[in-house]
């Protein structure tokens, strides 16, 4: 069965998010752990979570993925910013042993004045900081464009950060297509061959999630700008061939639009539904 889902806000709870992905046809989704540009969080309702853990296993939802804000940037070697970095993510992975969150998405995100071996190391000291042995949540490295001082935009980078982490078995992927595409992963002209150097240098096992998305730009402009789904350079036939590929059985696929709703995520849903039939 496909899993497919959108991003929505918890703003009204996870029960209330359960009910919103089903309402447009998601039986997965993805949100923000924690206001997006900052540190904010509320405190989980115990009611709350028991009718959402009930709701979810009524209506088949799986593989739901909590987003760290998007300050949370492992690379960066700002002390503050370090520091702000490992809260947030104990924190965050703390609750997601008990609010949902099969998956916990982080950026690796911008590393000024230093080299991309020092941005590597950093990224895999932050994982092995605040994973935990016990933990059930599965870490995701979201893939990045390489806009500016970003780490994380090759799968070289990837590999070595993962390779630096202690329980290497608690850490995956999530190829995010616009970023990939912007760094220069032409998966539209050569869909197999980035899965194949994919496997070849990380693991196709590694990959976890998929972020559904089209971009403004060219292949390898190195900015990630989104573009409705089917409208911008990469084009929904692309993001359907991934969404069909038998080498992704299994993971979740995530919608992301830049002016989302839900009568959108519901058309698109429809269509990659009816691509996969």
Known sequence: MLTLGCHLSKREGYLFMAKEAVSIKANTFQYFTRNPRGGAVAKLDQKDLEAYDAYA???????????????????????SKRDFTLMVMSE???????????????????APGISEDEAIRNVSDALNKTITASQTTLVLLDTMSGEGEQIGWTFDQMAKMIEGVDMPEKVGVCLDCA???????????????????FDRKIGLEKLRCVHLNDSKEECGSRVDRH???????????????????????????????????????????????????
């Open 57 to 79: 296993k009524e209506h088949g939802i799986t593989q739901v993925c909590g987003y760290a804000p998007y300050d949370v940037e492992p690379a960066n070697p700002d002390a």
């Open 92 to 110: 965050d992975l703390a609750r997601l042993e008990e609010a949902p969150g099969e998956y916990y998405l982080v950026r690796p995100g911008s």
């Open 179 to 197: 970023a990939v595409w912007a760094a220069g992963y032409d998966i539209k002209g050569d869909l197999d061959g980035v899965l194949d150097e």
């Open 227 to 277: 573009e409705r789904i089917g409208e911008g350079k990469i084009g929904f036939e692309t993001l359907a061939a991934l969404v069909n590929s038998p080498r992704l059985a299994g993971r979740a696929f995530y919608l992301e639009e830049p002016h989302s709703t839900l009568v959108v995520y519901e058309e698109d849903m429809a269509r990659f539904r009816s691509a996969s039939e």
